[in-house]
Structures are given as structure tokens and as C-alpha cells.
């Protein structure tokens, strides 16, 4: 029996060997990717950081520069893959993990090659391989997608597209296009930026200090591109339409639009399935936790999954502090 299982190979996964490894207990961390990267490898082509490399590391090693302004998607994983060189973790993939079970006074947690007991579980899994899409009456004939399936404009190159969403993925994604396709930008409420000062190491400190985080403050960071659009009066949104009329979405006032494409930038939920056979998840999907540790499953910690598991946990600077509570936790629970 090992001391803890990791589920996930992701940047919190990684966070959280880094601290196992440095509090001298065994484990391993099954990753369900066949490369290193996580979630960074599916990002679309011009997807870049919020901050600056040394404001996006995780714990022990800085991020190297990066000279170009704000890293790319590339440039992180570069990184990713030689943390887990460096620190030496002992990563298994491709590994797809099934179920976590209740064992006596472990854990079992059942891969499609085979169980591993363990003393505790840390879920690293994250959301990206669990896009949420409304649903909207009424039927469409074009294509849709969602932000895991969007790579570049040139996929779209002359077409009608209608993104999805008033966050920084619809944002971005919607000025990535601008220049490329007849776009409609489409939000549920009026887009609201952050200042435009703020970036990434702004947001953690932010999410980590303040009751109610950056919410107040607004919902898109103004990115260069973003920005440029902007600033420009280009990158305008319209209200969230009312349903699918064929090749044509349509407003709540009648009015409509023809569409060859729509991209939801809505978001995700967390992949919590393989911790079904603990009973341990709300009516709201997730799962009730002290900290990062569930609370009805001591042996359980979730680490990485946005606010409800740590301040600014779901980010390459925050997960961290929360990797680190964790550890500690266990390293009692274990010992």
C-alpha cells in the first residue's frame, strides 16, 4: 500500500508531488494524458498566460522567461514537463482511473491496468475534459463547439460564428476571429473587464486576500488582443439569444441571425466521476470539502478545481498554497 494515490498529472497534480516528495512519503500520480501537460495541450493556438513567467510557477522552480510578453500555451508546457523531470515524479500515464473506493482503512483506487491501495487520495482531475453547453430550444443546422474544440480562425476563415460567452475565453476566442469571420459575440450580461492593469499575479493576490474575490471587479482580463478589440470598438456583445430557428439564432425581440458556426465559451465542471462510489457529491455537483479535504471522506483531499478547494487553486501560482495545506493534512493522517 502506498501512502497516496494522485489522480491527475496536470499542474496540480504536479504541485501536490512536489510537496509529497518533500514531506517523504510515498506515492505515485496516475495521469489519464499520454503526454505531460495537462489541460495546457488542448488550449486553442493563441492561447497565452495571464501574467508574466516568473508570476506563473509553480512551488520550488520558477517558470523560465519568456521574452514575448505573456507565455504561451507551448512555453507552459515546456515547463510542465521538465518540472516533473526535475523533481523526478513518479508519474504514470496513460492511466485511466475508473473508481475510488472505500477499502477497511485505505483506499482503493481502481486504472484501466490494474488497483493501487493507498492510505489517501488526492483528486487532481480538473475540469477540462468536462465542457458544459446550455441547452437551447429548438434546432440548428450548422455546427457547434465548444471551447475545447476550438484551435483558429482559419478553421472558420469566411463564415458566420457566433461565440458564446462573456468570459476570457469567449473574449479571446471572439478576438481571435474578429479579423477572420463575420462574428456575432454573444453574453448573458454585459461584458465587464477588469482594470486594465491587472493580470494574473493581480488575481491571486486578489482571490487570496479579499472576501468575495475578484467578482466584484469584473469577469475578463483585457489581454493585448482583447484589448486592441476593444479599444477599437470592435469586440461588441450582443445579449444571450433565446433559441435555434435552423441556420438562424433568435432573440428574445424576434430579431435573428444567420450562422455557420457557434462556439460556447461556457465554461466547464469538474470531472468528478471516478469518486462516485463514495457518495460524497451535493445536488450542486461537487463535493463538500474543509479546505481541500472532503468532508465526509478524511482520506480524500481535491485539489485544483477552482475557488471551492483554495483561493486561486485552478492557477499555476495559486495551486501551491493548497498543494501544500494538503500534503500536511495527509502527512498527519498517514503518519
Request: hydrophobic content about 40%.
Amino acid at each position: 500500500m502506498t501512502d497516496v494515490v494522485v489522480i491527475g498529472g496536470g499542474q496540480s497534480g504536479l504541485a501536490a508531488g512536489f510537496y509529497l516528495r518533500r514531506a517523504g512519503l510515498s506515492f505515485v500520480i496516475l495521469d489519464s494524458q499520454p503526454e505531460p501537460g495537462g489541460a495546457w495541450q488542448h488550449g486553442w493556438d493563441s492561447l497565452r498566460l495571464f501574467s508574466i513567467a516568473r508570476h506563473s510557477s509553480l512551488p520550488g522552480w520558477p517558470m523560465p522567461p519568456f521574452l514575448d510578453g505573456y507565455p504561451t500555451a507551448e512555453h507552459v508546457i515546456d515547463y510542465l514537463t521538465a518540472y516533473e523531470k526535475r523533481y523526478a515524479l513518479p508519474i504514470h500515464r496513460p492511466v485511466d482511473v475508473q473508481a475510488v473506493r472505500r477499502d477497511g482503512s485505505g483506499l482503493v483506487v481502481e486504472t484501466d491496468t490494474g488497483e493501487w491501495e493507498a492510505k489517501a487520495v488526492i483528486s487532481a482531475t480538473g475540469t477540462w475534459s468536462r465542457p458544459f453547453v446550455p441547452t437551447v430550444p429548438g434546432r440548428f443546422t450548422g455546427t457547434q463547439l465548444h471551447t475545447t474544440g476550438y484551435r483558429n480562425a482559419a478553421q472558420f476563415s469566411g463564415q458566420r460564428v457566433v461565440v458564446v460567452g462573456g468570459g476570457n475565453s469567449g473574449a479571446q476566442i471572439a478576438a481571435d476571429l474578429i479579423e477572420h469571420v463575420e462574428l456575432t459575440w454573444v453574453t448573458l450580461r454585459p461584458p465587464r473587464y477588469l482594470p486594465d492593469e491587472i493580470d494574473g499575479k493581480a488575481l491571486f493576490d486578489i482571490a487570496s486576500t479579499q472576501v468575495g474575490g475578484i467578482g466584484n471587479l469584473g469577469d475578463i482580463v483585457a489581454v493585448p488582443p482583447v484589448r486592441e478589440a476593444r479599444d477599437a470598438g470592435r469586440l461588441v456583445a450582443r445579449p444571450m439569444f433565446d433559441h435555434f430557428d435552423g441556420s438562424e439564432v433568435v432573440w428574445p425581440d424576434g430579431s435573428r441571425q444567420e450562422a455557420d458556426v457557434v462556439i460556447w465559451c461556457t465554461g466547464f465542471r469538474p470531472v468528478l466521476n471516478h469518486l462516485a462510489p463514495l457518495g460524497l457529491r451535493t445536488k450542486d455537483g461537487r463535493i463538500e470539502v474543509i479546505g481541500t479535504r472532503a468532508a465526509d471522506e478524511p482520506r480524500l483531499h481535491l485539489l485544483g478545481y477552482g475557488s471551492w478547494t483554495g483561493p486561486a487553486s485552478a492557477t499555476l501560482i495559486g495551486v501551491g498554497r493548497t498543494a501544500r495545506a494538503a500534503v500536511s493534512e495527509i502527512k498527519s493522517l498517514v503518519e
